[in-house]
Every structure is written in structure tokens, then in C-alpha cells.
């Protein structure tokens, strides 16, 4: 799951950095070997030592049911921030839509359309390297926008989710999971986990839900946290019982950051300070272009609270 984020000066070198670190042959060894390198995001388990490539793959699976009435050969989804494009071609196989798959990393859209040239799917499956801010479609052109975990790399979050409703036809779909601080955590009590990716706040689930509601769309969250404190305790478990195999893939730089790190993700998760689960929101009636576009923010004005990134 790459990170798209808006325009401007400052949002434009956090873009730039989160491109370099995504793109880092560290970074790919690491998703590779230890997620399995298809569906690099949080896992819904159905017990704590399952393989993490498994509960990643579905999550997707669980993310589609929600939206399954919507999708069929004559569907198309937008899939924002798509990475190694494994959601894009779950969905086109699984359902036979169309998927317009938008990420940050021209290094990931290669390598997403080389396995979609693979499994016969890029028929089905365009790829797009762009910013999830400035989305370069038509409104209400889609029937599905979909992302996991994006959202919690991009600085404008409000803007990123209004420009989503923008593209969404009326009575079409969004469903998004992201990495959230608990309502009640103190930023600084996450900062040190966060800092290794260089992220600098959070949203929550009620801040999601308060902006979901001021764009018109009817919405639900489901909140899957314990399945975020088994995601990091099995990431913590995997890198240190390969910690020999994965010298050989990865830098000792990295892996050694990884094992300091991976350790502060396992206790904040597991004491309650992060948040993590899929969000469900419907669009029922048209907006005024003005309006879609980018609509007032219901948190504008007051920091956001905490910040994430996997």
C-alpha cells in the first residue's frame, strides 16, 4: 500500500520521501519475504499464528463482501493507493470489473503490471502513477473507490477523501481500512513507533466518520483492532525467527531498524493506543460540483491527533 498525497511545498517533499522509502529495495525485500509481496496490508486473522500473506489476502476478501453487490463485468473501481496491485486483481478475477489502479510509485506500477500481464488481467486492470489528492477522472465516474491503509501516509486526508467522493457515482461505494489512533491516545505516546517512517499524526475513527458524513454519505465503521495487535506480534515473530534468512535479502541497517522498531508497534498495539478496521460508506445523493470538490473539513482548524504507517 503505497501513499498519495496532495500538492504544495511541504505535502510535495513528504511525497517525495514516502516515494523514496516505498520504492527502497529494503523496503521490497522486506514485503517480499515476510508479507509475501501481493497483499502487503494488515491481516484479518482467523487465529494468532497464521501466516501473515494468508490474513492479508483476506482482508481484501472481507473489504470486497462489503461491496459485492456493487461489482460485476460492468464495475469499475478505483483502487487508491494499489501497490503491488494484489486488491486490483482480486477484484478483477474474483468479479470481473474493471479496475483503474492509482499509485504514487511508477517502481510499484511496473511491477504491478508485469503481474497482471502474468495472470492474463491487465486487460481489465489500467495502471496509473498519480496523486491521490488530484485525481485526474471525471465525477462520479466510479462504482467502488477502495484503499487500505493510504490514507494514514497523506497529510490532507479530508481533501483525499473528498476528491474519492468527487469520482463516486451516486449510490456507489467507499471502502477504505486505515491505522488510527485510539480516541483517547496522547500523540506522544505513539511518536516513537511512528518515527522510523516519518509520519507526524493520526486520524481517528470518529474524525473518518465526522468527515465521511459532512461529504453526504452514510457510514459505518468496523473496528478490527485485535486483529492489528496479532498483525504486528506475527511481523515481530517472523523477522526475528528469520533474522538469519533475512540478512541475506535485507541491509543490516534495515533489519536491525526493524527489530528495534517492530517491538514498539507490538506494545502500542497490544495496550489499546492504535486503531485499526474498515470503513463502509455509501454515497446516496449528488453534490454540486463546488461542493464534491472539496467541501469545509469538520476538523478544520485543530491538529489532527496522532500520525501511522505500517
Not at 467522493?165 to 471502502?175: D, K, M
Request: glycine share 10%; aromatic share 6%.
Amino acid at each position: 500500500m503505497s501513499d498519495l498525497t496532495s500538492g504544495g511545498s511541504s505535502a510535495a517533499d513528504h511525497e517525495e520521501s514516502t516515494r523514496r522509502y516505498y520504492e527502497s529495495g529494503d523496503v521490497d525485500a522486506f514485503y517480499d519475504a515476510v508479507w509475501g509481496g501481493e497483499d502487503i496490508h494488515v491481516g484479518v486473522y482467523a487465529h494468532p499464528h497464521e501466516a501473515i500473506a494468508g490474513a492479508s489476502h483476506r482482508t481484501v476478501q472481507h473489504a470486497a463482501d462489503r461491496v459485492a453487490d456493487l461489482l460485476g463485468p460492468d464495475a469499475t473501481v478505483l483502487d487508491l493507493g494499489s501497490g503491488y496491485g494484489g486488491s486490483a486483481r482480486a477484484l478483477a478475477e474474483r468479479f470481473g470489473c474493471r479496475v483503474v489502479a492509482v499509485d504514487l510509485s511508477e517502481e510499484h506500477n511496473r511491477r504491478h503490471r508485469a503481474a497482471n500481464t502474468r495472470r492474463g488481467l491487465d486487460g481489465l486492470i489500467e495502471v496509473v502513477t498519480g496523486s491521490l489528492n488530484h485525481l485526474p477522472y471525471e465525477a462520479e465516474r466510479f462504482d467502488v473507490v477502495w484503499s487500505l491503509e493510504v490514507l494514514c501516509h497523506v497529510e490532507d486526508r479530508d481533501g483525499a477523501l473528498a476528491e474519492a467522493v468527487r469520482v463516486l457515482r451516486p449510490g456507489g461505494a467507499l471502502v477504505f481500512s486505515d491505522i488510527m489512533a485510539a480516541e483517547e491516545t496522547p500523540a506522544r505516546a505513539i511518536r516513537p513507533a511512528l518515527s522510523r517512517l516519518g509520519v507526524q499524526s493520526l486520524a481517528t475513527p470518529s474524525s473518518y466518520l465526522e468527515t465521511l458524513s459532512a461529504l453526504g454519505l452514510k457510514s459505518d465503521f468496523e473496528d478490527r483492532s485485535a486483529d492489528l495487535a496479532t498483525h504486528y506480534a506475527r511481523l515481530e515473530q517472523e523477522v526475528r525467527g528469520r533474522t538469519p534468512e533475512l540478512r541475506g535479502a535485507i541491509s543490516p541497517a534495515y533489519l536491525d531498524d526493524l527489530l528495534a522498531n517492530l517491538p514498539l508497534w507490538t506494545d502500542i498495539t497490544r495496550r489499546g493506543l492504535l486503531r485499526w478496521g474498515l470503513f463502509h460508506a455509501r454515497r446516496t445523493a449528488s453534490r454540486s460540483p463546488g461542493a464534491e470538490r472539496r467541501p469545509a473539513s469538520p476538523t478544520a482548524g485543530r491538529p489532527d491527533p496522532a500520525a501511522g504507517a505500517h
